[in-house]
């Protein structure tokens, strides 16, 4: 097992690795920015290294600041959370070139899930259905004519160094093409510094359906089921859960297995999601892999009774998957709701201090959080204060443990989205599981575009 750890992230993910190391008995060490010195990251470790100011990109996202505090306190792995440096390939290779495990899958894993369209390339080969679209980067205006007359209308061109909604543009006519194509080029270059961009089938109310998967470092890959996150702003999910109510048994494990035979014929290690869109007619495309732990991580674990950050832990030290996780039982059901530090109306973020925290508790509820009464929520991070995650017997034991606990939540100080969540909640295409990816746009003003 490891010496040491060190755990390259903040807020509700950090204390969330913290707790699993201290069920391994594995020592911590905390890194924070300056604002973040008060945090509960920073309490609950071991350790704990200043790493730089506010500016994520001088602090959680510097690398040489993250390898020397590793350095520094003499750790043999890091746990990289989600977001920051968590699907860096660079990161990963220069953790493993200073004899550090990085707690994921290898670099060249991450690089490759990482360029979306060969992402897409290596996994129709591995045998997964994907939505019809360019088997590479768009190179001129003559194949985006080709591929456009092959794919038809409507379609949506991607960034392929995009992700999660980044860098998209939806072609419904012919001649919004060639300005899309330029549009998605130069939006690409500026984010990402790459013009690369591909196209597929453009979905009009899919569906957001994910598998999580773990794998281990001798070739095996198991899936954990599947989660339904269709409610979401803006790429900004509000609402998962798990199992959902669009995929029969059967499905789940026909679908299940064919995603781990093709993540072990790529050689896939450590937590990873696949992500599908599910169009009307039931049909599953995959469309893009997540190589790290997920926010929505809980629901999982709720409805398998796998701690998935243990295991990543387990499965990094090189346990076989057979002693790290076992067999796979699914029992129940389970839904999670971000609770964000916003406007439930405008989304505007709202920092500041809490001055009232008071999360519910009773059977069946965990919430994740690292917030505090008198925590001052800073403005230079995501907005997110704590996940509200309930498991029930079923679905609609679960809806009820949920409604009941956005009652019970207090927060005060700063504006949540809880109110948002007590609406969607109560909505009776929500109890009837009628969710695509357009669902909250009825919940929203500004139609959540
Ligand atoms: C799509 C799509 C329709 N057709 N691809 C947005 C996030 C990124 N992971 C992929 N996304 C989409 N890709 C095709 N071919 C619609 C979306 C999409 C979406 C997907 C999942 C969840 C919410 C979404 C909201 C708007 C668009």
């Not at 989304?347 to 059977?363: D, E, H, L, M």
């Not at 679960?398 to 100080?413: C, H, K, Q, S, Y």
């Amino acid at each position: 097992m490891f010496r040491k750890i060190l755990v390259a992230n903040r807020g509700e993910i950090a204390l969330r690795v913290i707790c699993a190391c201290k069920e391994l008995s594995i020592p911590t060490v905390a890194v924070y920015s300056e604002p973040d010195r008060n945090s509960l990251h920073v309490r609950f470790a071991d350790e704990a290294v200043c790493i730089g100011p506010a500016r994520s990109s001088e602090s959680y996202l510097n690398i040489p600041s993250v390898i020397s505090a590793a350095e520094i306190t003499n750790v043999d792995a890091i746990h990289p959370g989600y977001g920051f440096l968590s699907e860096n390939a660079n990161f990963a290779q220069v953790c493993e070139a200073s004899h550090i495990t990085f707690i994921g899958p290898p670099g060249e894993i991450i690089q490759l899930m990482g360029e979306k369209d060969r992402a897409r390339r290596e996994m129709a080969a591995a045998g997964l259905p994907t939505v019809p679209g360019t088997d590479s980067v768009i190179a001129d205006e003559a194949a985006l004519e080709e591929a456009a007359g092959r794919i038809g209308l409507p379609l949506i061109i991607k960034a392929s160094a995009g992700g999660g909604g980044r860098g998209m543009r939806v072609v419904r006519s012919k001649d919004e093409l060639l300005p899309a194509f330029r549009t998605a080029q130069s939006e690409a270059q500026q984010a990402f510094g790459t013009p690369d961009v591909y196209a597929e089938r453009f979905l009009e109310r899919p569906r957001h359906i994910e598998f999580q998967v773990l794998g281990d470092r001798h070739g095996n890959v198991i899936h954990l089921g599947e989660r339904e996150c269709s409610i979401q702003r803006r790429h900004q999910k509000l609402v998962e859960e798990s199992p959902s109510s669009a995929l029969p048994a059967k499905r789940r494990e026909e679908l299940g297995a064919q995603v781990a035979q093709a993540l072990e014929k790529i050689g896939y290690q450590n937590a990873g999601t696949v992500e599908f869109l599910m169009d009307e007619d039931g049909l599953f495309y995959f469309i893009e892999m997540n190589t790290r732990i997920q926010v929505e991580h809980p629901v999982t674990e709720m409805v398998t009774g796998v701690d998935l950050i243990k295991s990543q832990i387990r499965l990094a030290t090189g346990e076989k998957l057979s002693e790290a996780v076992g067999k796979v039982k699914f029992s129940g059901h389970s839904i999670e709701c971000r609770i964000n530090a916003e406007d439930p109306e405008t989304f505007v973020p709202s920092a500041g201090r809490i001055t009232t925290f008071q999360p519910p508790g009773g059977t069946g509820v965990r919430v994740d959080s690292a917030a505090y009464a008198d925590a001052v929520i800073p403005p230079y991070y995501d907005s997110l204060i704590a996940k509200l995650v309930v498991h029930g017997r079923d679905r609609e034991e679960a809806i009820g443990r949920m409604r009941r606990a956005l009652e019970m939540f207090v927060i005060e100080g700063v504006r949540t989205s809880i109110p948002l969540h007590r609406k969607i909640l109560a909505d009776p295409d929500f109890a009837a599981g009628r969710l695509d990816t357009h669902f909250v746009e009825r919940f929203v003003a500004d139609g959540g575009k």
